[in-house]
């Protein structure tokens, strides 16, 4: 894994940590940066507090490649994830003329009034770079390595999804699945023989247990073709012996 | 929000950080502290990897009244919980009496073996105290101010209900939730007025985009009963000077 570029994620907002909003965007984010060759190696959920938000952004961009923020560009007061991140690097707030022209249009079309609350979203950190938004106009934006997107699902993705091409690494992660219906406890020590074995390969086990329904799913991932092939029989041929039941696809 | 006890959330886990699964243990872990008066304060999702576990758990620690975990603490190789927490805290691991009466109990009526895979899962620090596992045994355990839960969201309800009487504040937190027929946009300016004037209610305003459903909830939030009443009157006043709809339970 360490190949590859490392992610983190920071979701920023009260609401994921009252409870009231289940987060949705750290999965599809992880799924993603699986896809395309990026290793998310830490999510850090915080509330809207300027001062968390600046230390926390400035703390994960050293440590990361990229970093994805998740809320608080909107037009309210609530909303402070923008000059939080200006703070955090120094720089001036300034209205982006792109942005300005980009939700003007759309306003236009929309029949909504271009106030004060919304001019908020066209004022970005100076030097930062925008975040096409395909779906409601107003944009995120990208400042050194630090990536700012919304928290409406349905609209972070839209946006992350035209980020793609310029953050793909081209690298494949190799992933091979087994369900085993015996519980951990009964092929642990299998796994940990096999793990020995191959550094190059990451085996994760993962418990289901939802009875009668009791077993693990065991998780091959690697960069490497052979390294994971040779693995995946060795510990099927293990199974076997050991007369483990399992399927895989 | 000060005044409540502080709580901060460690998921361990590979298959959250790859995408594979969905962590369901945030949000119920948010719902219950937000009902029984502590207040979340922050989560981190990291690898499983001893070291990020040990300086993760160190650092929320100190900055915790209470730290949950949620992960790792089951019989495979990959379970490293345990044995970081312990190096956290310089303690030694040992066999606890205690978890394996409970355990062997609960294997012999499952006709199940109790074989060293299992036994990894009795060794906890010294000194900690035991999580009572009313579904499948195997305990949790306290260390310092670190509560040590495991991954399956099932088995962790269970354990985290067993908790709840030895943490609960007995405060109760004061929500009110308005509906508004309108985006953030218009309405931002009354909100920062309102917010403005009540320092002791939190507002926080959460845009639904599901076109033609397209609006805000404005959540307040308190410990103070009477401002909390006076914020929400003043906000309704202003919705309703200003023609803008809305809905409240």
């Known amino acids: 894994m360490s190949k590859l570029q490392k992610v983190s994620i920071i979701v920023i907002g009260n609401e994921i940590l009252s409870g009231r909003t ?25 509330p809207d507090e300027k001062l968390v938000i ?7 961009s050293k440590k990361s490649d990229y970093v994805f923020t998740t809320g608080g ?3 309210t007061h ?7 991140i200006a703070l955090a690097f120094g720089r001036k707030l300034e209205i982006n003329s792109e942005a300005v022209k980009r939700m003007k249009a759309y306003y236009k079309n929309m029949k909504v009034e271009f106030n004060k609350a919304r001019y908020k979203m ?19 934006f990208i400042l050194i390595n630090v990536y700012v997107l919304p928290g409406v699902p349905s609209i972070l ?15 494949k992660m190799l992933v091979k699945n087994i ?5 951990e406890g009964e092929i642990a020590d299998i796994l940990e023989i096999i793990q020995g074995r191959y550094r190059e390969v990451t085996i994760g086990s993962y418990p289901f247990f939802k009875p009668p329904d009791i077993g693990s799913m065991i998780v091959l991932r690697s960069l490497n073709k052979n390294k994971i092939q040779q693995a995946f029989i060795e510990l099927l041929e293990k199974f076997q012996n050991a007369k483990i039941l399992y399927e895989f696809d």
């Not at 940066?33 to 190696?41: M, Q, V």
């Open 22 to 46: 289940i987060d949705k965007n750290v999965n599809f984010i992880a799924k993603r940066c699986d896809k395309i060759g990026l290793n998310l190696f830490e999510v850090r959920i915080i």
């Open 73 to 75: 560009i909107g037009p």
């Open 54 to 60: 600046k230390d926390t952004v400035l703390e994960l």
């Open 78 to 84: 609530d909303d402070i994830t923008t000059e939080s």
């Open 122 to 140: 066209a004022t970005i950190p100076e030097g930062a770079e925008l975040i096409d938004n395909p779906v409601s106009a107003a944009p995120g």
């Open 157 to 171: 993705q839209e946006m992350f999804m035209t980020l793609e091409h310029k953050i793909s690494s081209g690298i």
């Open 179 to 183: 369900k085993v219906k015996s519980p």
